[in-house]
């Protein structure tokens, strides 16, 4: 089985990981241990320590394109990692559950969707131990620098919280804004508004008084024209 590590070395302190490599014919597995340097080591004097005579046997690292590293089996062998102290694995992208680098672009690696059965659940190379699946669940209650020294559950919680009460007051202050709105606007339209429909029976009546108006007039006229011809 081919490995490739994304090379993330800001992530990478001092200490070792172990490799270990099961012979699938006899099930038999040996340990070996890689001391990392982080401040010191490069990816070649990585590969150099995995292929040197002390390294890892069955093993061939090499450097692959876009600079990954490659681990390799040999046939009828299987690779698989623990006890890392440095912090290598997770900062080459290896053996971890997750790929990204922030709550951007965070995913589950390939590698896991493609085949499930590479999740690893149990601690210590020992089959059906559910160790590690147990302390990924707990940690959930585990107190985290980074967030105050509040766990994951606390931390969520306490977000939510806060959330609900900034939209709370948020809608709040929009609902007293709108019924301000209103209130200002009617009072503005109790002194300036016009209705068209008031208007128009307004102009129909000033207009049927224009009428009745000039039909007096004329009849005034029309009266004294006969009196003064019958004088």
């Known amino acids: 089985k081919s490995w490739l590590m994304a090379p993330e070395a800001s992530w990478i302190g001092s200490g070792s ?4 490599v099961t012979d699938q014919a006899t099930g038999t597995t040996t340990a070996h241990e890689v001391a990392i340097d982080g401040s010191a080591m490069s990816m070649q004097d990585l590969i150099d320590t995995i292929n040197g005579p002390n390294g890892v046997p069955n093993v061939t690292a090499s450097l692959g394109p876009g600079n990954t590293l490659t681990l390799s089996a040999d046939a009828g062998c ?30 589950v690696a390939a590698l896991l ?11 210590g190379h020992i089959p059906g131990s559910g160790q590690t699946a147990l302390a990924i669940a707990g940690l959930q209650d585990q107190s985290v620098d980074g967030l105050g020294n509040r766990s994951l559950r606390e931390y969520w919680q306490e977000s939510v919280t806060t959330l609900a009460v900034k939209t709370n007051g948020a809608a709040a202050k929009a609902e007293s804004t709108s019924l301000i709105r209103s209130s200002l606007y009617a009072q503005t339209q109790s002194v300036s508004g016009v209705s068209i429909d008031e208007e128009s029976v307004n102009l129909l009546t ?22 003064l011809r019958m004088a």
């Open 113 to 123: 969707q493609e085949d499930p059965s590479y999740l690893a659940v149990s601690a």
């Open 78 to 107: 299987e690779i698989s990692f623990s006890d890392d102290s440095a912090g290598a694995l997770v900062g080459l992208g290896l053996n971890t559950f997750f790929t990204g680098s922030n709550a951007a672009d965070i995913n």
């Open 206 to 227: 000033f207009q049927r008084q224009f009428q009745a108006a000039a039909k007096f007039i004329d009849v005034i006229d029309e009266t004294m024209e006969t009196l």
């Open 17 to 20: 990981f172990f490799v270990h």
